[in-house]
Each structure stands twice: as C-alpha cells, then as structure tokens.
Nanobody, 122 residues
Framework: VLLQASGGGLVQPGDSLRLSCAAS????????MSWFRQAPGKQRELVAG???????KYADSVEDRFTISRDNAKNTLYLQMNNLKSEDTAVYYC?????????????????WGQGTQVTVSS
C-alpha cells in the first residue's frame, strides 16, 4: 500500500496542526494504523494508533492533546494535534500493520509514509 502523509509545518507553541495520511493501492480498513515520530538523534516512537473499529491508543506525552481518527471510506488516517509543544518537533510518519490491534514496535509495521516535518518553535 502507498501512504502519502501531509499537513506538517512550522507553528508556534500552543498552535494546532492536522496531519493526514492517504492510503492507496489496497484498502486498509481492516487493520490498525498508527502515527510515529522521530526527532533528530532519537528513536522512532509511537505517537498514536487506531484499530479498524476506532479504538485509539496514545503515548503518554500526547494524551489529551492529540486525537487520532480514520475515515475508512476514504482510506485516510488523521492526527489532530493541539497545544503543540517544542518537544513535539519531529518528522511524523504514518504506518500500517497487518495486526488488528495497535502495536508499539516499528518493526511490526509493513508500510510507511514518506514523513512530514512538524516544527514547533517561537
């Protein structure tokens, strides 16, 4: 499956952004999808994931600020990011796993988007 991420940018602390990830090539409605991020010098980490049924899982650092959602009819994944902080600065990647549940390990994801840069700076 081809994943195309978009929506990143340069924002100030406290601002909001909405990331989108459009999937093509096959339907992804029956599997979990997730957003990861990777900051310079750090490992790629799970930000949020969502099952096909809509059950979401979040990293502690983004709980109550970020919301993950999906539109299975459009084969698209979203990440609404509110109250952004400087520590949210990273390249954000969307990914698909063959699992039905959200899994943390990047190695369990088979398809990745190209990444979109999010920079939070005053």
């Amino acid at each position: 499956v081809l994943l195309q991420a978009s929506g990143g940018g340069l924002v100030q602390p406290g601002d909001s952004l909405r990331l989108s990830c459009a999937a093509s090539g096959r339907t992804v409605s029956s599997v979990a999808m997730s957003w990861f991020r990777q900051a310079p010098g750090k490992q790629r980490e799970l930000v949020a994931g969502i099952t096909s049924g809509g059950t979401a899982k979040y990293a502690d650092s983004v709980e109550d600020r970020f919301t993950i959602s999906r539109d299975n009819a459009k084969n698209t994944l979203y990440l609404q990011m509110n109250n952004l902080k400087s520590e949210d600065t990273a390249v954000y990647y969307c990914a698909v796993t063959p699992e039905r549940r959200v899994v943390n390990a990047p190695r369990l994801y088979t398809d990745w988007g190209q990444g979109t840069q999010v920079t939070v700076s005053s």
